[in-house]
């Protein structure tokens, strides 16, 4: 069977949460290790700057995710890992690829509006409304197939398809379209019941969180409002507990249903059952991280390593692309 490429990426910024664990990275593992695919990954550290300019956190935060990245599973032997900004050749792609698709195509990306109306982005950068292309040029230099991301991400992906075709039929046969793989629990919920575990938000649980930690955040998260003590009966379906459950405490959530729906299941007991898993869960991440934590040379090893490897895949595309170009 062909190994297909994956590419994916995601922005630094700093340590990472169980949703973005959830969301992406453990699928990337799962399919790092099915012996399918040959995963490249992105720190997408020039993405950062199209919601905010201040980059004084920028290396760090880098460093931070990296570390959760091994951390959790992610094996620099299989997987090089590498920043954009370290790889001159994601810019050049940018720019060609910006010819190849028109503004109003990317004023119609939802995934923008949405950002729009979150962020109350009243004037929106050149660069924020390029986001995609800069995705694109992330994916197809690397000549990925397969991009393993959450939902928002869909209809960027339905953009690197977009100019794949366009730059194709233009200029010759140099990429393959891309398809998203989604993964099953693509979004978290937040500690606060809103609808994506966030940073920004302060409604996360970190990948390093410590046990008393976890504990901590559990007890104040939100739970079915109607359940006031035990005894109440309880609507596992609107509890964000309960999807936590799901999540990390499958074996036991037939069991958890019934008992909070019948009133025996208590939330501060449901919250500590689930402290326990999440933490379990944790513990050998933690681990992990405090290990790489005290052999940085290692960790920036990883990095210059998996740049090395990028860049030799990212200049033999380049080549291909100004050849069929005529250009350079
Ligand atoms: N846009 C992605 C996100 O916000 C991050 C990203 C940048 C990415 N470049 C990529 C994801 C290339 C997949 C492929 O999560």
Same mark, same amino acid.
């Given at each position: 069977m062909k190994i297909k490429r994956i590419l994916s990426g995601m922005r630094p910024t700093g340590k990472l949460h169980i949703g973005h664990y959830v969301g992406a990275l453990e699928n990337w593992i799962n399919l790092q290790n099915s012996g399918q695919y040959q995963n490249f990954h992105l720190i997408a550290d020039y993405h &950062?700057?199209?919601?905010?300019?201040?980059?004084?956190n920028i290396y760090n935060d880098s460093i931070e995710m990296l570390i959760d990245w091994l951390a959790s599973g992610l094996d620099p032997n299989k997987s090089p890992m590498f920043r954009q900004?370290?790889?001159?050749e994601h810019t050049e792609l940018h720019l060609i690829f910006?010819?190849?698709?028109?503004t109003s195509r990317l004023e119609r990306n939802p995934t923008l509006k949405d950002q729009v109306r979150d962020l109350n982005l009243e004037n929106m950068s050149y660069g924020h409304l390029g986001y995609p292309v800069l995705q694109t040029a992330d994916i197809l230099l690397y000549k990925g197939e397969v991009v393993p991301v959450g939902e928002d991400q869909v209809p960027h992906i339905e953009i690197s398809r977009e100019i794949a075709r366009k730059f194709n039929a233009q200029?010759?046969? &140099?990429f393959i379209e891309p398809i998203p793989l989604l993964t099953k629990f693509s979004r978290l919920v937040g500690l606060?019941?809103?609808?994506k575990m966030s940073k920004s938000l302060g409604n996360s649980i970190l990948l390093s969180d410590e046990k008393e930690i976890v504990k901590a955040k559990l007890k104040k998260a939100v739970t079915d409002?109607?359940?006031?003590?035990?005894?109440d009966p309880g609507r596992p379906e609107v509890c964000l507990v309960f999807s936590y459950h799901k999540k990390f405490n499958s074996e036991e959530i037939n069991l958890i249903e019934t008992d909070c729906k019948s009133g025996l299941l208590g939330c501060f007991d449901c919250k500590m059952k689930c402290v326990e898993k999440i933490s379990s869960f944790l513990e050998p991440i933690i681990a992990k991280r405090k290990e790489l934590e005290s052999n940085m040379n290692y960790v920036l090893d990883v990095l210059s390593d998996g740049e090395r490897k990028g860049k030799l895949e990212a200049e033999k595309t380049i080549s291909d692309v100004r050849a069929k170009m005529g250009i350079g």
């Amino acid at each position: 069977m062909k190994i297909k490429r994956i590419l994916s990426g995601m922005r630094p910024t700093g340590k990472l949460h169980i949703g973005h664990y959830v969301g992406a990275l453990e699928n990337w593992i799962n399919l790092q290790n099915s012996g399918q695919y040959q995963n490249f990954h992105l720190i997408a550290d020039y993405h &950062v700057l199209t919601t905010g300019l201040d980059s004084s956190n920028i290396y760090n935060d880098s460093i931070e995710m990296l570390i959760d990245w091994l951390a959790s599973g992610l094996d620099p032997n299989k997987s090089p890992m590498f920043r954009q900004s370290k790889i001159k050749e994601h810019t050049e792609l940018h720019l060609i690829f910006s010819m190849l698709i028109t503004t109003s195509r990317l004023e119609r990306n939802p995934t923008l509006k949405d950002q729009v109306r979150d962020l109350n982005l009243e004037n929106m950068s050149y660069g924020h409304l390029g986001y995609p292309v800069l995705q694109t040029a992330d994916i197809l230099l690397y000549k990925g197939e397969v991009v393993p991301v959450g939902e928002d991400q869909v209809p960027h992906i339905e953009i690197s398809r977009e100019i794949a075709r366009k730059f194709n039929a233009q200029y010759g046969e &140099v990429f393959i379209e891309p398809i998203p793989l989604l993964t099953k629990f693509s979004r978290l919920v937040g500690l606060d019941g809103n609808a994506k575990m966030s940073k920004s938000l302060g409604n996360s649980i970190l990948l390093s969180d410590e046990k008393e930690i976890v504990k901590a955040k559990l007890k104040k998260a939100v739970t079915d409002p109607q359940k006031l003590r035990k005894g109440d009966p309880g609507r596992p379906e609107v509890c964000l507990v309960f999807s936590y459950h799901k999540k990390f405490n499958s074996e036991e959530i037939n069991l958890i249903e019934t008992d909070c729906k019948s009133g025996l299941l208590g939330c501060f007991d449901c919250k500590m059952k689930c402290v326990e898993k999440i933490s379990s869960f944790l513990e050998p991440i933690i681990a992990k991280r405090k290990e790489l934590e005290s052999n940085m040379n290692y960790v920036l090893d990883v990095l210059s390593d998996g740049e090395r490897k990028g860049k030799l895949e990212a200049e033999k595309t380049i080549s291909d692309v100004r050849a069929k170009m005529g250009i350079g």
